[in-house]
C-alpha cells in the first residue's frame, strides 16, 4: 500500500468515527468546523495522519473544535466533557488533550480562528481599531454601529 493510499484510508476511517460522534451532539454549523478541520489536517504534506489510532485522531479534532468553542463551558448549549468524547472514542484524556494541541499547532490554529468557530465567538475575541485609535471588539463595534454587514 502506497503512503497514498494508507493516507486515503486513514482520511476515511477517522471521517466515519467523527461522523459517528457529531451526528449525535452537533448542529450543523460545529460538524462543519469539525469536517474543515479534518481535511486540512489531513492535507498537510509535512504531518503524518497514518500514525496513531484513528480513535485518538477523531477524538482529538473533536476537543480542539470543543476547546474552540467554549464547549467544555457547561453554560454552552452543545456542552460536553472530556471524558465524553474519551469515552466515546475509548481513548485517553491526556493523550487526547496532547494530540489535540499538537493539531492547534500544525494547522496554526489560535482561538476565535473563523474558520472554525462560531461568528459570536470570533466576534468576541477579534479587535478592531477605530478611526480614533481606540481598539474595541468586533462584537462591540457592530453593536454601536460601527461595522454593518
Do not use: P
Not at 489531513?42 to 503524518?48: G, I, L, V, W
Not at 461568528?119 to 480614533?132: A, C, F, K, M, R
Request: charge should be neutral; proline fraction near 0%; include cysteine.
Amino acid at each position: 500500500m502506497t503512503e497514498k493510499e494508507k493516507k486515503d484510508n486513514r482520511f476515511e476511517e477517522v471521517e466515519i468515527l467523527l461522523a459517528d460522534f457529531y451526528e449525535q451532539r452537533f448542529d450543523e454549523e460545529l460538524k462543519s468546523y469539525v469536517l474543515k478541520l479534518w481535511e486540512k489536517l489531513s492535507k498537510k504534506r509535512n504531518y503524518s495522519i497514518t500514525r496513531g489510532k484513528k480513535e485518538i485522531w477523531a477524538s482529538s479534532v473533536i476537543y480542539v473544535i470543543a476547546r474552540l468553542n467554549f464547549l467544555f463551558d457547561k453554560k454552552n448549549e452543545y456542552s460536553l466533557t472530556a471524558d465524553t468524547i474519551c469515552d466515546f472514542f475509548g481513548t485517553n484524556k491526556n493523550t487526547v488533550s496532547a494530540r489535540a494541541t499538537e493539531i492547534e499547532k500544525a494547522v496554526n490554529i489560535r482561538m476565535g480562528e473563523k474558520e472554525f468557530c462560531r461568528s459570536d465567538i470570533h466576534d468576541s475575541l477579534t479587535v478592531v481599531q477605530l478611526s480614533n485609535g481606540m481598539l474595541i471588539t468586533k462584537s462591540m463595534a457592530r453593536e454601536m454601529g460601527f461595522i454593518i454587514e
